[in-house]
């Protein structure tokens, strides 16, 4: 498994999670982001990955921020 697949995992884990925890559907979720009907049960599934800026707008369909954190502060380039 790579860090890309690992990283997706647990977004989208993170992502069922909150949907579940505000009591909403997957598919009022793909109309807050107007996306297909069925395409959150994909992602979360992993039939299918989110973009980026899916991501991002699935995020703030649940009223949630993705955070960006360093993990190595000693990287250079």
Not at 9 to 14: G, Y
Not at 44 to 63: D, M, Q, V, Y
Request: net charge negative; aromatic share 10%.
């Amino acid at each position: 498994m790579s860090f890309d697949d690992t990283f997706t995992e647990q977004l989208i884990t993170q992502f069922a999670k909150r949907r579940n925890e505000l009591g909403i559907t997957q598919v009022q979720v793909d109309e807050r982001i107007g996306v297909a009907t069925g395409l959150v049960a994909k992602w979360e599934s992993g039939n299918r990955k989110p973009t980026l800026f899916n991501a991002h707008c699935w995020a703030e369909a649940l009223g949630c921020n993705i955070k960006l954190e360093a993990y190595d502060d000693n990287l250079r380039y």
